[in-house]
Nanobody
Framework: VQLQASGGGLAQPGGSLRLSCTAS????????MGWYRQAPGKQRELVAI???????NYNDFLKDRFTISRDNAKNTTLLQMNDLKPEDTALYYC?????????????WGQGTQVTVSS
């Protein structure tokens, strides 16, 4: 199983970016799927996560600007980030709990860099 994230890059303050993450491999089903981020010198923190039945859980400090969505048929989650701030600069990691034959475990993507700067 692999998680492939894309969509990071450079944005100006107040701008927007959309991150995408797709899981591939021998997948029976996906439970929780979403995003964490880690800024230099800081711990990794939850951004937003979805459940297979459509539930969502957001970092309280981000929920007014970020929106997570999910396409179960495509094993994909999207993170729409609006009104970006310099403090949103971080490496964003996709995460998913994946059921494969004989196992159910969490997987991390490789991380995609988001930089917010003028």
């Amino acid at each position: 199983v692999q998680l492939q994230a894309s969509g990071g890059g450079l944005a100006q303050p107040g701008g927007s970016l959309r991150l995408s993450c797709t899981a591939s491999g021998n997948i029976i089903g996906i439970g929780a799927m979403g995003w964490y981020r880690q800024a230099p010198g800081k711990q990794r923190e939850l951004v937003a996560i979805t459940t297979s039945d459509g539930g969502t859980n957001y970092n309280d400090f981000l929920k007014d600007r970020f929106t997570i969505s999910r396409d179960n048929a495509k094993n994909t989650t999207l993170l729409q980030m609006n009104d970006l701030k310099p403090e949103d600069t971080a490496l964003y990691y996709c995460f998913a709990v994946v059921e494969s034959p004989g196992t159910r475990r969490g997987y991390w993507g490789q991380g995609t860099q988001v930089t917010v700067s003028s």
